[in-house]
Structures are given as C-alpha cells and as structure tokens.
C-alpha cells in the first residue's frame, strides 16, 4: 500500500523549532472535524445564501467571536499525516484530540494582512513563549478573523491510511 504524501510537506515531522516573533506570510488554523462540519461550515453555507440572496451578512469568524485565532505556521505541521497527530502537535486538549481522531480537523490557509495585529500568546505550563506544548510555533490575532473565499480549507479524514481533500469555500 502506497504511503500517502503529508497535506504540508516533509516526511516526517520537524521537531526542533524555535519561537519566532514575526509571523509567517500565510497562518494555518486548526479546527476540530465536529466544529468545522457541525457549525463554521453550516454558517459559511448560510452566509452565502444570504450574500448570493442580497441579504446584508457576515461571515463567520474562525474562532468564537472576540477572542482572536490561534494559529502555526506550515514548518509546524510539516511531515504530519493523521488528525491525531496534527492535535497532539498543536497541544489542543485530550477530549479535542480524541474528536480530531473521530471526526477529522480542517486546516485553514489563511493570509497575514499587515492590519492585523499579532501576538505571542502566554505560554502553556512548561513550555517556551510562542510554541505549543507539542512544540509547534503558535501566535494569535487580537481580533476576528472572517472565513472568506480567499483562504484554502484541507480536510484531514480519520480513516486510515489518512487521505486529505481540499474543501471549496
């Protein structure tokens, strides 16, 4: 059985990764199967119908309205191949890890704009300012973050051998 090609390059995963300040050109945010199908994707399709029927609407945003996104970089989720894997590499909480294993994640490419502000979040216990305890790079926004058409959507499936769809927005 062939292997498949990780969605983010590389063979295997980079483990070794510094903090970096300066964000990427393009952030990845990792959302949950259960969320991305059972509610951002149904808002995303309602929000369509209402822009495509002239009804004043606005997109959904990538995390709960007002707390900014958390999001990596590509290095981060390099060499990863199963939504298991991108969950513990991003330190997302055991009862998320164990629905990323059952539902799938989404991984949405989105551009840094030079309006958005950025930070480093605090650090979780027992790890560097700026990475995840998976040691993946992470920063935030201070503010929302809308769904648009621009930003690319991969889907990582939880069946094994882990395959990978690209979702059209």
């Known amino acids: 059985m062939a292997s498949v090609v990780p969605p983010f ?64 970089d590509q290095d981060s989720l390099q060499g990863l191949r199963s939504p298991g894997e991108f969950a513990a590499r991003l330190g997302l909480r055991h009862r998320t890890q164990s629905e990323c294993q059952f539902y799938g994640l989404v991984v949405i490419e989105f551009e840094i704009l030079s309006s958005m502000h950025i930070v480093l979040p605090p650090p979780a216990s027992n790890c560097r300012q700026g990475l995840t305890p998976g040691n993946a790079r992470e920063w935030k926004t201070t503010a929302d973050v809308l769904l648009d058409e621009s930003m690319r959507v991969t889907y990582i499936d939880p069946m094994p051998p882990s395959r990978y769809f690209t979702v059209p927005l």
């Open 9 to 72: 390059g590389g063979n295997t995963p980079r483990v070794n990764l510094s903090p970096m300040a300066m964000p990427p050109a393009y952030g990845y945010r990792v959302i949950p199967g259960a969320t991305w199908w059972g509610t951002l994707y149904l808002l995303w399709r309602k929000y369509r119908a209402d822009f495509m029927g002239a009804t004043p609407a606005t997109p959904p945003p990538l995390a709960r309205p007002g707390q900014g996104v958390y999001f990596t």
